[in-house]
């Protein structure tokens, strides 16, 4: 869960607190909250504008009593350009309210992305644990236009309570009775709705739960298509996924009828009521009991209600499902990362520090390129979590806990480069550069430590060159080395890379590894490999058995010293080991 003392406020954004997610309408209220200025414009907006259409009705009727019954000419000019100019500042307020609304609904979209992506990199590694690709990308898209189109309630919808409460005022001016029947019909409408919206909150949660599972089945359908391809398994995931599509279909008719219904009522039930007030209005104006510009004004009265009532009506609908995209929301926002440090985070260390993880017995020393090996590389996969707090750890940095440090300082001076870790789309620029400042210069030198010279020679624009999502155009090779080359370029005090060279050649591993150490020298370097190429370029290797430390020293010491590791070696060279 986000921390209630978070105090990201950047531009006047401030992330949700506990309390802003411990239920869907907190969440929405929290929307509302964060735009005051605005959404107070907007109801004033809605406000005037929902009121502005009860004066053309006022207007009318005195147009046609004091204008043609009486057959005032002056007047009947001076009440029709009032007309024209109330319809002209009409016009001007719901442009005015529009805009307004929009600004909000829009403020409201950012404001919910901001949270989901500031939150899904805080989960990091574990998210992918919880919560699948689909979900978090129906949640991104769908979602989150859903909540912002709620907020239109706050505009149109308080101004219809306005409205709705100024017409009745007026037509007890009129007439008692139509006041009445107004005041209690309106509300009998919008509650005639409630059954439906019942239905929609409770097929729409079904339908989200299903729609964000077929979308991650859809990206893992997708980013394993080279693979089904391969294994003849292309046609069983299509008919698969077809099967569960056509079941999300049925689930969206049980959620598009009782939406549908709320949509043909939202014009049909004011429609109803206008003529049934009208009718009695008719029987009232023609026994004498008002006047045939009241029975205008009250048809113009009654007419505008259709434009409350349908507010009432549609707002209700957006903000049921509303609460249901919310809950999906507040979902995602109040996991947790699976270690999330404790208490008040301390400053990282000012030096480089020894690394210590007291699980496996592993010490790295500081400004050395340190290598672990292991029979079962997981082995050493576990210290390097441990170590970049990737996951519970009760690993040092110079005695400092890194799971105490703040994430973001942490990862400032502290860097894990996976083998598997995400390229992302863009220019071959912005994915050395990586989140920080592109330097052609700095650029061009990290490409070279990793040998990638030819693949920006290769493409056409070089560092202009795209890179498609994921590297797809690229080769295992070819991506790993851009990995490594983001990993030199972003320079953090602490490199952990995991088999940063498992993908290349003999030859050109040996050129990595030479130039990695003149480019890190004075850094501290920790590599998870079995290579004897990079074991022989080492500082010091640290040999892991069953998870612990079995040996440490030099690729030359444990050669002569431990008949494990030299086994190990041995298979390795012999191409026998498995991972």
């Known amino acids: 869960m986000v921390p209630e003392n978070d105090a990201s406020a950047v531009g006047g954004w401030v992330a949700p607190g506990p309390r802003d997610l411990s239920s869907p309408a907190r969440f929405l209220w929290w929307l509302v909250r964060s735009q005051p200025r605005r959404i107070a414009v907007g109801a004033a907006l809605g406000s005037l504008w929902m009121i502005g259409l009860t004066v053309p009705p006022w207007v009318l009727s005195h147009v046609v009593d004091d204008g043609l019954v009486a057959g005032d000419t002056t007047a009947l000019v ?3 350009m009032t007309l024209l100019a109330v319809g002209v500042l009409n016009a001007v307020l719901a442009i005015s309210r529009h805009r307004t609304m929009t600004k909000i609904r829009m403020d409201a979209s950012f404001r919910t992305v901001r949270a989901v992506v500031r939150h899904t990199a805080r989960l990091g590694a574990s998210l992918s644990k919880r919560v699948g690709a ?26 219809a309570v306005v409205a709705y409460a100024a017409v009745a005022v007026v037509l007890s001016t009129i007439s008692p009775v139509l006041a009445l029947i107004v005041l209690a019909g309106v ?76 949509t043909s009522l939202a014009g049909g039930l004011p429609a109803l009521f206008l003529a049934a007030v009208v009718w009695l209005s008719a029987r009232m104006a023609a026994q004498g009991e008002i006047t045939v510009g009241d029975l205008v004004a009250v048809y113009g009265y009654v007419a505008m209600l259709v434009v409350p009532v349908s507010a009432f009506i549609e707002g209700g609908g957006d903000i049921t499902s509303a609460l249901v995209a919310a809950r999906r929301i507040i ?25 210590a993880d007291p699980v496996s017995g592993v010490l790295v020393r500081p400004g050395l390129l340190t290598a672990l ?121 602490v490199l952990l890379a995991v088999e940063p060279t498992s993908a290349v050649d003999a030859n050109t591993e040996a050129v990595i590894v030479d130039r990695l150490r003149a480019a890190r ?47 190990l070696v041995s298979r390795t060279q012999e191409g026998t080991v498995q991972a």
Not at 407 to 417: F, G, N
């Open 78 to 80: 001076g009440w029709s």
């Open 134 to 159: 689909g979900e978090v990308v129906t949640i991104g898209i769908a979602d989150v236009q859903i909540v912002a189109r709620s907020m239109t309630v706050t505009g149109p919808g308080f101004g």
């Open 187 to 262: 509300p009998l409408l919008a509650v005639s709705i409630g059954p439906l919206l019942r239905r929609i909150e409770r097929t729409g949660t079904d339908y989200r739960a299903h729609q964000g599972r077929l979308t991650t089945r859809l990206v893992d359908v997708l980013s394993g298509l080279r693979v089904l391809n391969g294994l003849g398994g292309k046609q069983i995931a299509a008919e698969r996924y077809g099967r569960q599509s056509r079941e999300l279909v049925v689930r969206g008719y049980q959620v598009g009828s009782p939406a549908s219904w709320v």
């Open 331 to 355: 979902t995602l926002l109040a996991l947790r990362p699976e270690h999330d440090g404790f208490g008040a985070p301390v400053e990282p260390p000012s030096g480089q520090g020894p690394l």
């Open 373 to 493: 090996v292991s029979a079962r590389p997981k082995e050493a996969i576990a210290v390097v979590d441990r170590l970049g707090r990737f996951t519970d750890t009760d690993a040092t940095w110079a005695d400092v806990r890194v799971d105490a440090v703040a994430p973001d300082q942490l990862r400032e001076r502290l860097l894990v480069a996976d083998t598997n870790a995400e390229l992302f789309a863009g220019t071959v620029r912005d994915t050395v550069a990586g989140r920080h400042a592109p330097d052609d210069n700095r650029i061009h030198a990290a490409v070279r430590v990793a040998v990638a010279e030819d693949i920006v020679d290769a493409l056409p624009g070089h560092l202009d060159a795209p890179v498609a999502p994921g590297g797809s155009t690229l080769s295992g090779g070819q991506r790993q080395r851009l990995r490594l080359a983001r990993a030199v370029y972003a320079r953090p005090d």
């Open 521 to 567: 020298r004075g850094l501290t370097t920790v590599i998870t490999t079995t290579s004897p190429l990079l074991l022989d370029q080492a500082d010091e290797v640290v040999f892991l058995a069953d998870g612990r430390v079995a040996a440490a020293g030099t690729h030359e010491q444990l050669l002569r010293d431990n008949r494990a590791y030299r086994d």
